[in-house]
C-alpha cells in the first residue's frame, strides 16, 4: 500500500493517529509519504514498542509547518509551492513500485488531491480516502468574523484555503474506490451533499474511533485507581469555540447556582483549553468564578492525568439542533467511555455523542437549560458505577473492515 496521509505518526494529530490506527493492522508492507512534523516523544515511544510500527516505511519531504500554513498564515506563498510540489513528488515516489492500494486522509486535504493525481494515471489501484469531519457545507466555515482580531481575519481563511476547500473532499468522494468514515452521521451529512450521495453510501466504510490496547498511554486509562472528592470535579478538556456553545449551560449553572446554597462546596466545572471572550464575560456577569474555572491548554499526558482525576467528565459538542444529522464526533469520546466514570454530554440527539452515550448507557444527555439542570443535579446526587463492554472501543476488533 502507498500512504499519502500529509502528515503521519510520531508528529502527535488526532489524524495522524487515526490515520495509523486504520492502517496497522493490514496485513500488508505500507510505504508512507508525508510531511515531516515535530515528534512526540511518547508516540514514539509507543511506536518502539509496537511490533505493526515495522510495516511502516516513511519517506519525509517539506516541513509540516511550512507547507500547511495554519498557525503560520504568513507562510501561505511557500506553503502553496509546497503542497504543489507534494503533490508532483506523491507521483512520482508512487511510480517507483508496483502498488495496489493507496490511502489518503482528509487533513491535511492535499493528501486526497495527490491521491487523485496519482488514480488518474494510474486508474487500476485501489484508492482508499479516510475523512474525519466534512468540508463541503461546513458550518465551521461560515464563522462570524465581525468582533474578531485583524490578525485573525487573515488567518482563518487561510485556514481555510489550506485546510477545509471544498475540492480536497470532492476529489476523493467522486473518485476514490473506498470512503473511510468514522460515524453513520458523519457519512450520511457529507454524501448528502452529493447529487449521487446514494451511490458514494455503497462505497463507503464506517470505522469508528478506537484505542490501541498495548499503548500505555491508553493501558493508563484501563488502570486507574478511581478517585472520588468530597467537592464533585467536572472536567471538559478541548476548545469551546463556534458551535460548541455553552450558553445554555451557563444559564442553568446560574441558576443552580441560585437555587443550591453553596453548590460551589458540592461541583466545581473545569475547563481546559480556548474558550471564548464571550463566554468568559457571562461566566463572571453570572457569578461563576467559583464554580466554573478557567484554565489554560494543557499538554495530552497532563489531559490524561486530569481525566483520571476527575469525579466527571464533561463533553460539549457540536450543536446544530436544526439540521436532522450533526456529523462532527469528538475524539475525546473514546477516552471517556474507557475510563467508566459519569459524563454529562451536552449534546443534541442528532449528534454521533448523544447516540453512543445513550447506547453505553448514560442517560444524562441534552443541550437544553432545563434538561442540563436536572442531570446536573443527578451527578450531584447519585454515585453510579458504569461497567459497559470495550469491546467496540478496541482496535483489533476491526481488523479486516479495510481489506478482509
Not at 487515526?18 to 509507543?46: A, P
Not at 504568513?74 to 495496489?100: A, G, H, N, T
Not at 434538561?371 to 443527578?378: C, F, G, L, S, Y
Request: charged share 30%; proline share 4%.
Amino acid at each position: 500500500m502507498f500512504v499519502v496521509p500529509g502528515s503521519f505518526v510520531p508528529y502527535n494529530d488526532t489524524v495522524t493517529l487515526l490515520t495509523y490506527k486504520r492502517l496497522r493492522n493490514l496485513d500488508l508492507d505500507m510505504d508512507v509519504f508525508c510531511f515531516k512534523g515535530k515528534t512526540d516523544q511518547s508516540i514514539e515511544e509507543e511506536l518502539r514498542k509496537d511490533p505493526a510500527f515495522s510495516k511502516f516505511h516513511i519517506t519525509y519531504t517539506s516541513d509540516l509547518d511550512w507547507a500547511i500554513a495554519r498557525n503560520h498564515p504568513l507562510r501561505l506563498p511557500v506553503s502553496l509551492v509546497l503542497m504543489q510540489k507534494y503533490i508532483r513528488d506523491s507521483v512520482r515516489e508512487f511510480e517507483k513500485k508496483d502498488y495496489k492500494y493507496l490511502f489518503t486522509s482528509i487533513v491535511p486535504g492535499i493528501s486526497h488531491i495527490a491521491g487523485l493525481a496519482i488514480k488518474r494515471k494510474h486508474p487500476e489501484v485501489i484508492w482508499y480516502a479516510s475523512f474525519s469531519d466534512p468540508f463541503k457545507g461546513s458550518p465551521y466555515k461560515k464563522t462570524d468574523l465581525s468582533n474578531k482580531s485583524l490578525l485573525y481575519k487573515i488567518a482563518f481563511p487561510v485556514g481555510s484555503y489550506c485546510l477545509y476547500h471544498d475540492n480536497y473532499e470532492e476529489a476523493a468522494v467522486k473518485n476514490a474506490d473506498k470512503l473511510i468514515f468514522i460515524c453513520p452521521e458523519q457519512r450520511d451529512f457529507t454524501l448528502s451533499q452529493y447529487e449521487d450521495g446514494e451511490r458514494y453510501k455503497e462505497k463507503s466504510i464506517i470505522y469508528p474511533l478506537t484505542y490501541l490496547e498495548n499503548w500505555k498511554m491508553y493501558q493508563d486509562l484501563l488502570d486507574y485507581e478511581p478517585v472520588k472528592h468530597e467537592v464533585k470535579q467536572a472536567v471538559h478538556l478541548g476548545r469551546l469555540y463556534g458551535l460548541r456553545k455553552i450558553d445554555a449551560f451557563l444559564e442553568a449553572l446560574k441558576e443552580l447556582n441560585e437555587e443550591i446554597k453553596d453548590l460551589d462546596r458540592k461541583i466545581v466545572f473545569h475547563q481546559y483549553s480556548e474558550i471564548q471572550k464571550e463566554d468568559v464575560q457571562k461566566i463572571r456577569e453570572y457569578g461563576l468564578d467559583r464554580l466554573f474555572i478557567v484554565h489554560g491548554k494543557v499538554s495530552y499526558k497532563e489531559s490524561i492525568d486530569l481525566m483520571k482525576e476527575a469525579d466527571i467528565l464533561v463533553l460539549f459538542d457540536t450543536l446544530m439542533p436544526k439540521e436532522n444529522v450533526q456529523p462532527y464526533l469528538p475524539s475525546k469520546i473514546v477516552e471517556y467511555l474507557m475510563l467508566k466514570k459519569a459524563i454529562l454530554g451536552i449534546c443534541d440527539p442528532n449528534s454521533p455523542s448523544y447516540r453512543i452515550l445513550k447506547e453505553y448507557g448514560y442517560d444524562t444527555v441534552g443541550s437544553q437549560k432545563e434538561t442540563i439542570k436536572a442531570n446536573i443535579i443527578r451527578l450531584l446526587n447519585e454515585d453510579k458505577n458504569y461497567d459497559h463492554s470495550l469491546t467496540k472501543l478496541n482496535n483489533d476488533h476491526y481488523d479486516k473492515v479495510l481489506i478482509g
